[in-house]
């Protein structure tokens, strides 16, 4: 027998007994009694009977294929007991477990934090004088977040870095090369620029969304998003270039070894490319890495010949030559 006639044997032998049950006797065959054969209530009851014979008839079909074909070991109610307290126990000891193991890698984290953070303030506090700034104002909190993906950022005021970052550097030297990177953000004022050159670039875009709307084209302030994003964009290259340079001072006065710190942020280009481009617009890897070499140099070069370990900073006059021409 194939499968449609086995099918359909078994939905007949289901089916029979649920559905066709006798039938009210007709008195005569007048119309008015006719009536009761064709109204709706049997007709309904027919097909909810006829679903439920489908339903039944797909579960047996189920079942029949989940049938064990070998003879198991048997468990005991005793047996089962045992083994779910036995389960529940490991459970609670290995949240216990991971809750210790969490909180002695947030205690290292802190502790390697302290000690960095503490030396990059000292290094970034002799830069900021370098730059005539209050040496008050570049003192900023190092603030060390519950969670989050590998990523460290400024806001102006604090640094912030997650545990996923702290974990991906193998030692001190590197932690102070990405805390130096973000210390330069905050005392280079970009973020700051940053705001400003977005507002600015949203005003601009504002006044021809007015234009347009005082010759009757309505535009949804596209153009004061555009601006927005525009300024968003303007500089941030050169922002994260500047931070790049700048950092690479402020870990050198922090006391590390920078020299390894190019190879470093190749190593995270290629490992987690997506952390080095949250936020900002970054230069490209390659570009990064070069200009880092470039300036390690520098730094060596100056170790030398026993000068300042201080950036190269720009004359006044340079710094509106170079704005003029971007
Ligand atoms: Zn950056």
């Not at 994260?240 to 340079?245: F, K």
């Amino acid at each position: 027998m194939n499968l449609y006639g086995f099918l359909s044997k078994l939905f007949s032998a289901l089916v029979n007994p649920i559905c066709f049950q006798p039938m009210p006797v007709l008195e005569n065959t007048s119309g008015k009694n006719l009536r009761g054969l064709f109204s709706v209530k049997p007709i309904k009851n027919t097909i909810s009977k006829i679903f439920s014979a489908i339903i039944l008839s797909a579960f047996l079909l189920v079942f029949a294929a989940c049938t064990p074909k070998t003879s198991m070991p048997g468990v005991s109610q005793e047996e089962l007991w045992h083994e779910t307290e036995k389960q529940r126990q490991l459970a609670a000891e290995h949240a216990i477990d991971k809750q210790f193991k969490n909180r002695k890698s947030r205690l290292k984290h802190e502790e390697m934090l302290n000690v960095v953070s503490s030396n990059i303030l000292k290094g970034g506090v002799e830069i900021c004088g370098a730059f005539n700034k209050d040496k008050s104002l570049c003192v900023y909190e190092f603030i060390l977040l519950e969670k989050g993906p590998i990523n460290a950022f400024a806001d102006g005021n604090r640094i912030y870095i997650t545990p996923a970052m702290m974990n991906f550097v193998k030692n001190e030297e590197e932690l102070a090369y990405i805390l130096g990177h973000e210390y330069a953000h905050n005392m280079m004022n970009h973020i700051g620029d940053m705001q400003f050159n977005v507002l600015a670039g949203a005003v601009v875009g504002a006044l021809f969304d007015g234009l347009f709307s005082a010759h009757g084209a309505d535009t949804r302030g596209q153009f004061t998003e555009a601006g927005a994003q525009a300024g968003r964009l303007s500089y941030s290259k050169e922002y994260e270039a500047e931070a790049d340079y700048v950092g690479l001072y402020v870990a050198t006065l922090a006391g590390y070894n920078v020299s390894n710190a190019p190879n470093f942020w190749r190593q995270m280009a290629v490992k987690e490319p997506e952390s080095i481009y949250v936020g900002m617009t970054h230069p490209t890897s390659p570009e990064r890495f070069i200009a880092m070499q470039k300036t390690v140099s520098e730094i060596e070069a100056k170790k030398k010949r026993g000068a300042r370990l201080l950036p190269e900073i720009k004359k006044p006059e340079e710094t509106v030559k170079a704005k003029t021409r971007n």
